[in-house]
């Protein structure tokens, strides 16, 4: 399994949480690419429900890995 920023993005509107198969269900209904179905089928499908796009990618990075600070804009 293989994520990048691009390929994660395709998940960012998911309905959250949802299930392994729910996820497959959206990636394939919002036309992402197939290495985003690949890498969903690939996760250990135990009836989890994954609340965010942390729990499947741990390092996703959030707004506070980034150093941009809003006040100035």
Same mark, same amino acid.
């Given at each position: 399994? %293989? =994520?990048? $920023?691009? $390929?994660? +993005?395709?998940? @960012? *509107?998911?309905? =959250?949480? !949802?299930?392994? #198969? @729910?996820?497959? *269900?959206? +990636?394939?209904? +919002?036309? !992402?690419?197939? @290495?985003? /179905?690949?890498? $969903?089928?690939? $996760? #250990? #499908?135990?009836? *989890? /429900?994954?609340?965010?796009?942390?729990?499947? =990618?741990?390092?996703?990075?959030?707004?506070? #890995? %980034?150093? %941009?600070?809003? *006040? @100035?804009?």
């Amino acid at each position: 399994m %293989f =994520w990048t $920023l691009e $390929l994660a +993005s395709y998940l @960012e *509107d998911a309905p =959250w949480p !949802a299930t392994k #198969d @729910e996820l497959i *269900d959206y +990636s394939i209904r +919002s036309g !992402a690419p197939l @290495e985003v /179905v690949e890498n $969903l089928q690939e $996760l #250990d #499908d135990e009836g *989890d /429900v994954y609340e965010t796009i942390e729990d499947i =990618w741990p390092d996703y990075p959030t707004q506070e #890995d %980034f150093l %941009f600070n809003e *006040d @100035e804009y």
